[in-house]
């Protein structure tokens, strides 16, 4: 397999990969989601567990993904097929990779309704609809523009078409043209709302609410969601880890360029959380207020702010932007499995794959008005495949991935694929991929379901 090349091609250099991996996991689950969940589970005892998931857990399992794509150099299935039969592994395995394949879709059909909300704003920001708005009246914004089932499956139509544009252009023309700048834009964003937050009455106290821990908040679902955010912030079980390792460059190092994207991705995370809580406290808005935590703060801010107008258009626009680097990675396994073994020419997959995707969103659309009511187990349909993607299907296959890198790979083959400069650095990473990783999110699960 060592001088094995994927049909869909290479990254152009490593630069490139860095930012395309870092766009994927950099999206609305880092300035979206982080955030509320931040909010919802007790603040800074949250971020502490979510920090020790990525650097224990995350950056680990990401990086053995991403070297079974490279070793593979096919989609999710095919490369878990290849990598069953060189291992001489049980004959299951292969549904690893069919599981990353179902939840990238089953999580872009939600993703999109909410990227769909960015891209409604985009136009509020413009027309003007935050000026002098107040706490109240960012709620009210909010709740009439979730309760139109017309404007959500609007928007979240328009954001899947523009996915599958990119994606139908392919890895050059398509991938690498549209991340390139996006990323450093966000990062930019960022920090000029870091430093409007540090203006607020409140910024201390959103500092505190941070990074002051609190254990008596946690509870054994507070750490599973933490295990979840970091998994799907990562992008790790959804295939699009995988598959981007299958057109990552020989040369180019995994041990580095993982430890990279995930810092970026962290950081992005928690500068979205200094930014945003300061802006919450100031308005006297609850932290704990779920999903459109972001579309009920940031509009007050930038409807007061001195060039609101300007950087609530730009936040808005990249923030769809971000959500676009994450949707074509969430979209590439199923494309590219169509392509390499239903013989498909690539815009005719996207269409197939993107249409099966954009039909599933409608549910999610639906759930946030007419269908509000409409619950399975207690959830609705949006609550449901968050809840069974996020904190199910990323984490299992997590430690799948685990254990397969652990103890079905040879050492031989993980060891020559990560070519680690100091043998010290490849034993950590055995140590954390055998015992570490697989048994914190097994203890997780046995704390859910009231084990221990």
């Not at 879709?105 to 136009?123: F, N």
């Not at 328009?158 to 990062?187: N, W």
């Not at 100091?422 to 203890?443: G, N, S």
């Amino acid at each position: 397999m060592d001088t094995k090349k994927s049909i869909h091609g290479e990254w152009s250099s490593r630069t490139t990969f860095i930012l395309a991996a870092t766009g994927s996991a950099v999206g609305l689950g880092n300035i979206w989601k982080f955030p509320y969940i931040t909010g919802e589970n007790g603040g800074g005892a949250f971020v502490i567990v979510y920090l020790l998931c990525v650097a224990l857990v995350g950056i680990p399992v990401m990086m053995a993904e991403t070297m079974f794509g490279r070793r593979g150099r096919e989609n999710p299935v095919n490369t878990m097929h290849l990598l069953t039969k060189e291992a001489n592994a049980d004959e299951h395995w292969p549904y690893l990779g069919w599981m990353g394949v179902i939840a990238g879709v089953l999580i872009l059909s939600y993703y999109s309704v909410v990227a769909g909300w960015a891209c409604g704003y985009v136009l509020k920001a413009i027309d003007g609809s935050f000026f002098g708005v107040d706490a109240q009246g960012a709620k009210n914004l909010f709740t009439a523009f979730t309760a139109s089932p017309l404007q959500l499956l609007f928007w979240h139509t328009g954001f899947m078409a523009a996915t599958m544009l990119i994606v139908a252009r392919g890895l050059s023309q398509g991938f690498e043209k549209s991340i390139r700048f996006l990323i450093p834009g966000l990062f930019l964003l960022l920090f000029l709302l870091v430093g409007y937050a540090m203006t607020t009455d409140s910024y201390f106290q959103g500092l505190h609410f941070m990074f002051n821990p609190d254990f008596s908040k946690l509870t054994g679902n507070s750490i599973l969601v933490a295990l979840g955010q970091a998994f799907f912030s990562l992008g790790i079980g959804m295939g699009a880890v995988m598959v981007y390792g299958a057109y990552l460059p020989k040369k180019v190092s995994i041990t580095e360029t993982i430890t990279i994207i995930a810092i970026a991705d962290t950081v992005v995370a928690l500068l979205a959380g200094i930014a945003i809580f300061p802006i919450v406290l100031s308005n006297n808005l609850p932290l704990n207020s779920g999903p459109g935590l972001i579309f009920e703060s940031l509009p007050i801010a930038f409807g007061n702010m001195f060039g609101g107008w300007l950087f609530g258009i730009l936040f808005f626009v990249m923030l769809v932007f971000a959500a676009l680097s994450s949707s074509i990675a969430l979209i590439e396994p199923a494309v590219s499995w169509l392509v390499e073994n239903k013989g498909m020419e690539r815009s005719k997959a996207c269409w197939c794959a993107g249409g099966v995707t954009w039909l599933l969103g409608f549910g999610s659309a639906l759930s946030f008005n007419i269908g509000s009511d409409v619950t399975v187990f207690g959830k609705t349909f949006y609550d449901l495949l968050d809840y069974l993607t996020s904190n199910l299907m990323l984490p299992i296959g997590g430690f799948c991935i685990a254990i397969f890198a652990g103890w079905m790979m040879s050492q031989a083959h993980s060891e020559a694929e990560l070519a680690m400069v100091k043998p010290l650095h490849y034993k950590a990473w055995r140590l954390l991929i055998r015992y570490i990783a697989p048994a914190a999110i097994f203890v997780v699960f046995l704390s859910v379901v009231g084990v221990v």
